[in-house]
């Protein structure tokens, strides 16, 4: 692997046991050039309680890589949350970089009533 790669792993490793240790739900997200993903995980990281992406069925978007659909996937993420009774979560942003898509995720998602 390349070392811009590893580097983002082993931040995203730090961050995931910062998250494990203080026992919180866990919305985890991961890029890639085309879709943005977010799910919610139990605080043991065992099951996936929510998720939303940019290729559900509900989400009308126009491109699907850029910050617009970034936001209504926070957004979405968000209601279903509510939905499910969690309002609290710690963000895991898999050792992304805060800015762009992974921004606009979580301003839409706070937005939306997510406390993180």
Do not use: W
């Not at 490793?13 to 879709?35: A, D, F, G």
């Amino acid at each position: 692997m390349n070392s811009k790669k590893l580097s983002r792993l082993r931040r995203a490793k730090k961050t995931r046991l910062k998250i494990r240790e203080i026992k919180s739900h866990r919305l985890c997200v991961n890029r890639t050039p085309r879709h943005i993903y977010a799910q919610i995980t139990n605080p043991e990281g065992s099951a996936v309680l929510v998720s939303a992406s940019t290729l559900d069925k509900g989400l009308q978007v126009d491109s699907t890589g850029n910050v617009v659909a970034a936001g209504k996937v926070g957004s979405l993420i968000a209601e279903r949350a509510k939905a499910a009774g969690i309002s609290k979560v710690a963000f895991d942003r898999s050792g992304y970089k805060y800015h762009g898509r992974i921004k606009a995720l979580a301003e839409a998602a706070r937005e939306s009533g997510l406390e993180f």
